[in-house]
């Protein structure tokens, strides 16, 4: 009895033993939820067009590899929605706001990029920085309702993706530098604005991925080592305490939400401001009343990725990956919707079984291995435990 | 041989590691109050969890009248007549009284709930056994005392007849565990049989007919209390004598160190405010207990001072400096440490490690933090530090995360944490609260060495014993105000109970003073 605790402790004495084993878990739960994702992905790929579904599905599978350069390039605006929503998550916001500041990025990015002249070494930061504000912007005032008037940021942040959607879209259209009217969409952006390329054959990666990477890794060190991480967290897990700690609630949540908002706003501004891999042309804007769906997308990639921007640039991957790979099966007859009806089952539910595993896990040690797993009884272990040390101690 | 009407036969319940429970047998009799006690680890929530349907033993046999039964889960319990009142209740928070206790027996019609009848048997009920609740409000939004009043009642309204409680005085006021210890004897005087878990050796003398103690999971007896002593019972628990009197050494009480003046506090229950007007002063090297039933003021007092909420009207002034629109950070580095009533609504963040609770309050020190990043091995050492000081003892040392720790030793890392910052006075809400009897003497042994060292302590105290036992001068408070001032050593256990149900009152100099 007495050795079988002793190792027990040991094994969890050292910080890197903890992480190590806590990482595992959660990188395992990641890969079972993609697993399942995949298998009911499969099945209604199964139900949709059974004569090809192999070859279909294996196109989805492995068909990212061929245009490795694309899933990266597609992955870059996920990744950054999936940083502004798991960002804010952490200190307990749930922005569904992200396809609202995104889309903000976006105008801020096309304002900047066709109206400012600027010298064109500058001329595509500048137009960066000005999708940032834009994203900021658009988390900032849902942060403001959320601190001063206690407004729940899930409908502030649904309502700031209609109105920033129908503001740009108008904005847009009344604005002849902008706007081509004869094809409903944006001008062509000059080369000068648009991102340096990355020069992947045939393909429209750019310096945005890097960008994105470099941004979440900062994310992730801001979130674990320094104290305005620590306060982030702190007041996700426990406001109250975080509150009777002095950290100042309402400054954080305004401060989050304009953190949050920027990297949304980021997204937009690097898929607005990609280079087309066609000479003469660029990325264009359609203002067709249509909330951008890499907002939403951010949702899924945050959930996969566990909310840590580490795990946000895998996941962010992952799902382009997919992606790319899924418009492949186009080749074996199966049309664009069925295709994005079984990327999104694949998505959505391996995001789905990612919050499921938890709870399954969960239910599956308390009610299938009767093992202790009740407050009350740590308690009463803990006491039992330290009694028995304090035994030894004596008998010493 | 008697007629019991629930025998618990040679339960034995293994956890890996610990027997938590080895061999240990527990008869109840119908109609009886019937007392376990035991110090926190004995493995009595552990054996009323067996009996509860949470756990199931290894060894062992449960029998109702008579008849061996299998209790799988807390459904089987219930249908069985057995109810439980918890240490941590049950409740939910953003449901009201009379939702929370009809919850899971709903009365409906066609899946329509039908409110009106169950209202007023609870209303009944809550007449008959003078378990005052409102049932509209909130549970959120309740004292501790109404909401074990709203577990009790959830029990009566199933109409259990073997009715568990689990530390139910803990959090009780001393009238309203009279009044509790008076509804267990009515109930088992109408034929429940109670069985009451405690660590408190008054409740059991005055109450109980017969108790069982449990030490480190092993059963030590069964006793008729008309036959043993206080004293005798506390040697069964502990397995030694111990003294239940706090040595004090005299000092010199100081200059003031904090100082309320006419302080005004809105309630967010009701349209009054909840404090009144109260004005008092405390000095370096002396404790002062703020004593009163619960729900008189006393939380939304403490908010008020420490920051968490306004006041309407009045000022505090902490070593000089007016702080009475100051952030709670200001108010901490101005000398203020708070030991909070709930440790796991505002102590503690149960998903941080014990390390990074310990500098809840400095994280953002210089010591702790270079440019905004956090000094892990400053932190780490800090940590470690604070643990042998205070002996916090934990399953991982620093990194131990708080969710894990006992109640006792979550407990000691906040007062860690608090005693160990730069402080002028020391606010501790019901700092013993729900802790066994070596924790509670550690707790008071730390506050007594704060006045020693001449800082102010401002004691918030519902019980008793603590109240008379700790302080050096007792503020009364009742329905927000102050009504009275006394002398722990010239007052009675009797005396202040009379102020503190709003009886008895006198005038307080502070208050003539300011006015």
């Known amino acids: ?57 294996s196109y989805i599978l492995l068909g990212g590899f061929g245009r ?53 070494e500058i001329h595509w930061i500048a137009a960066i920085i000005a999708g940032m504000v834009g994203g900021m912007l658009w988390g900032f005032i849902p ?50 604005v ?89 990325m264009t804007y359609e203002p067709i009343n249509i909330i951008a769906v890499n907002g939403f997308n951010g949702i899924a990639v945050a959930l996969l990725g566990s909310a840590n921007p580490i795990g946000i640039i895998f996941s962010a991957t992952f799902i382009s990956f997919i992606q790319r790979g899924g418009t492949l099966a186009n080749l074996v007859g199966y049309k664009p919707e069925i295709i994005d009806v079984v990327i999104a089952v694949i998505i959505y539910f391996s995001a789905f079984a990612m919050i499921m595993n938890s709870g399954i ?15 009350i009884l740590l308690e009463d272990l803990e006491a039992v435990e330290e009694e028995i040390e304090v035994q030894n101690k004596e008998a010493e | 041989m008697e007629n019991y009407i629930v025998e618990m036969l040679n339960i034995t319940k293994e956890f890996p590691g610990i027997i938590a429970n080895d061999n240990i047998t527990l008869n109840l009799k119908k109609g009886e109050v019937h007392a376990l006690l035991g110090e926190n680890g004995a493995g009595k929530s552990t054996l009323v969890s067996v009996l509860f349907g949470l756990y199931q033993a290894e060894k062992g046999e449960i029998k109702k009248n008579g008849k061996e039964v299998k209790i799988n889960n807390p459904n089987d319990a219930n249908d069985l007549g057995i ?37 007023k048997k609870v209303m009944e009920l809550s007449g008959k056994y003078g378990l005052k609740i409102n049932p509209d409000a909130l549970i959120e939004e309740i004292s ?84 043993t002593t206080k004293e005798e019972l506390s040697r069964m628990m502990v397995g030694r004598d111990i003294s239940f009197n706090i040595e004090k050494k005299l000092t010199e009480v100081k200059e003031v160190v904090l100082s309320v003046k006419n302080v005004t506090v809105p309630s967010k229950l009701h349209k009054n405010n909840a404090v009144k007007n109260i004005s008092f002063d405390v000095r370096g090297g002396e404790i002062v207990c703020l004593a009163g039933i ?140 729900g802790l066994d009897v070596g924790a509670v003497e550690y707790i008071h042994k730390q506050l007594i060495s704060r006045r020693d060292c001449g800082k102010g302590v401002l004691l918030v105290s519902l019980e008793l014993d603590e109240v008379m036992n700790v302080s050096d001068r007792i503020l009364v408070m009742y329905e927000g105000e102050i009504v009275g001032e006394l002398d722990p050593k010239k007052t009675t256990v009797q005396e202040l109970g009379l102020y503190m149900s709003g009886a008895k009152r006198n005038t307080v100099k502070e208050i003539d003073n300011a006015e």
Not at chain 1, 149 to 170: A, C, K, P, Q, R
């Open chain 1, 1 to 57: 009895m007495q050795s079988k605790k002793s190792s027990s402790r040991n094994k969890g004495i050292t910080l890197k033993n903890i992480t190590e084993s806590k990482g595992f878990t959660a990188f395992t739960s990641v890969l079972l939820a993609i697993f399942l994702g995949l298998i009911f992905g499969f099945i209604v790929m199964a139900f949709a067009g059974p004569q090809n579904v192999f070859k279909g599905f």
């Open chain 1, 68 to 120: 490795f350069g694309d899933v990266l390039y597609f992955a870059t605006p996920i990744l950054m929605t999936g940083l502004s929503v798991g960002l804010a998550f952490r200190m307990g916001l749930f922005n569904i706001g992200a396809s609202g500041q995104y889309t903000m990025g976006m105008f801020f990015a096309l304002y900047v990029g066709f109206m400012w002249d600027l010298p064109p």
């Open chain 1, 143 to 192: 942060g403001i309702f959320k601190a001063f008037l206690n407004v729940n940021e899930v409908i502030t942040t649904i309502m700031f993706n209609y109105i920033g959607m129908y503001l740009v879209d108008m904005l847009i259209q009344g604005n002849l530098v902008l706007y081509l009217s004869s094809n409903a969409r944006t001008n062509y952006l000059p080369r000068t």
């Open chain 1, 194 to 282: 648009q991102l340096p390329s990355l020069g992947i054959m045939g393909s429209n990666v750019n310096v945005g991925i890097i960008m994105a990477v470099i941004i979440g890794i900062i994310l992730f060190i801001v979130l674990e080592k320094t104290t305005f991480g620590y306060e982030l967290k702190a007041t996700g897990f426990n406001k109250h305490a975080s509150n009777y700690a002095g950290m100042k609630g309402k400054t954080n949540i305004i401060l989050t939400m304009v953190i949050a908002g920027g990297l949304a706003g980021l997204g937009g501004a690097f898929a607005i401001l990609a280079p087309s891999a066609i000479a003469g042309s660029s």
């Open chain 1, 361 to 375: 896990g969960r239910f599956i040690k308390k009610y299938i291995i009767k093992k202790p797993h009740t407050n």
């Open chain 2, 83 to 119: 109810g439980m009142v918890h240490q941590h209740f049950k409740l939910v928070e953003i449901f009201t009284v009379l939702e929370n206790i009809i919850l899971g027996v709903e009365p409906n019609t066609l899946g329509f709930l039908q409110k009106t009848d169950a209202r």
């Open chain 2, 144 to 227: 501790i005392g109404m909401q074990q009043r709203a577990e009790i009642l959830k029990m009566l309204y199933r109409e259990n007849e073997i009715l568990i409680f689990d530390e139910p005085t803990a959090v009780l006021t001393p009238q309203e565990i009279k009044e509790l210890l008076k509804i267990m004897r009515d109930l088992a005087q109408e034929g429940k049989s109670v069985l009451f878990i405690t660590h408190k050796l008054n409740e059991i003398i005055e109450v109980a007919d017969r108790c069982t103690v449990l030490r480190k999971g092993k059963y030590i007896g069964t006793v008729d209390i008309k036959d």
């Open chain 2, 294 to 433: 619960d729900g008189n003021g006393q939380t939304e007092f403490i908010s008020a001072l420490t920051g968490l909420e306004k006041v309407s009207s009045g000022t505090i002034i902490l070593g000089g400096k007016d702080i009475t629109k100051s952030s709670i950070r200001k108010r901490s580095v101005s000398g203020m440490s708070h030991i909070p009533e709930d440790r796991h609504k505002h102590g503690l963040i149960l998903d941080y490690s014990l390390e990074e609770n310990l500098v809840l309050q400095r994280y953002w020190q210089p010591e702790f933090q270079n440019k905004g990043f956090i000094r892990f091995h400053a932190v780490r050492n800090y940590a470690e530090c604070l643990i042998k000081k205070y002996d916090v003892r934990s399953g991982q040392g620093p990194i131990t995360m708080a969710r894990s720790m006992s109640g006792g030793n979550q407990q000691k890392a906040i007062i860690a944490r608090e005693i160990d910052k730069d402080h002028e006075v020391l606010v501790a809400v019901q700092p013993t609260r």
